[in-house]
């Protein structure tokens, strides 16, 4: 599965760095999270708050993610969150979703997480951390380095998985598109619809391809395009396509507008 052994911490090789100050926030805070849901969820996290700057009813789960991450991150400068929108100071913006996913977390299915990208002064985005909650993997890069993957609670970091004999892509919000759904069935794409775009970008290199189609958010995309450096990347106003194949992206792409034409 492109198994590399670890290398040595990232932290310990720059420990001075800004950016992997900003990295281990990212980690203590998912940490932070985790621990708290280790042991189940706290009845009051299924409670269903006020609709949150992304447009979606934020849940008290939600809520409790994201200040966990503004105590860690908004020293390092203002917070754009998908529930509470813009929150601090300071010239570097913070993108955050504080649960991705956060449907499948209230239904107890494993598959969310946490997504955090940062944007420097310059308007750039020069760090990206993305966890899966459910198993503790997390995926990081900054400075346009290549992205390294690890798991919580543990310093080791190591190149990501890379899967060479995909079988399966990720169709994130399949079930609006029966069509395309059809479409990718006739010419043999498999897929699986799991409900965590972010995760599923993170995860774009062990898959055959990541799909999205509809309207999309900063908060959603922002940490996951960040990780798919080096792959084939199609990003239009109404849909995203991810492949480590130039050919199976062009396919999908092509699907797409031919069901348009129709």
């Known amino acids: 599965m492109g198994f590399s052994p670890p290398l040595p911490t990232l932290f310990s090789i720059q420990k001075e760095s800004p950016l992997n100050k ?140 890379v899967s060479p004999a995909s079988e399966i892509g990720l169709f994130e919000k399949a079930y609006a598109h029966p069509l395309l759904v059809a479409a990718l069935d006739r010419v043999g794409f498999k897929f699986r619809a799991p409900g965590a775009i972010a995760l599923s970008l993170a995860y774009a290199h062990t898959v055959e391809y990541v799909l999205f189609v509809g309207p999309f958010r900063i908060y959603d995309f922002a940490a996951g395009l960040a990780l798919c450096e080096g792959l084939e990347v199609i990003v239009e106003a109404d849909y995203v396509i991810v492949s480590k194949q130039k050919d199976v992206a062009e396919k999908i792409e092509k699907l797409i507008k031919e069901l348009r034409e129709e």
């Open 22 to 161: 900003f990295i281990e926030a990212c980690i203590h805070a998912n940490e932070e999270i985790a621990s708290a849901i280790r042991n189940g969820f706290d009845t009051s996290w299924y409670e269903k708050t006020e609709r949150g700057a992304g447009g979606d009813i934020s849940s008290r789960l939600d809520l409790f993610a994201e200040a966990v991450f503004f105590k860690h991150l908004s020293p390092f400068g203002h917070i754009e969150s998908e529930e509470s929108g813009v929150m601090g100071e300071g010239d570097v913006k913070i993108i955050i979703d504080p649960i991705d996913g956060s449907s499948n977390a209230l239904s107890l299915f494993p598959y969310y997480g946490t997504s955090v990208a940062r944007v420097n002064a310059d308007g750039i985005l020069d760090a990206a951390v993305v966890c899966n909650l459910a198993n503790g993997d997390i995926f990081i890069t900054s400075d346009g380095n290549d992205a390294l993957q690890g798991k919580l609670f543990s310093s080791d970091f190591y190149p990501r998985h």
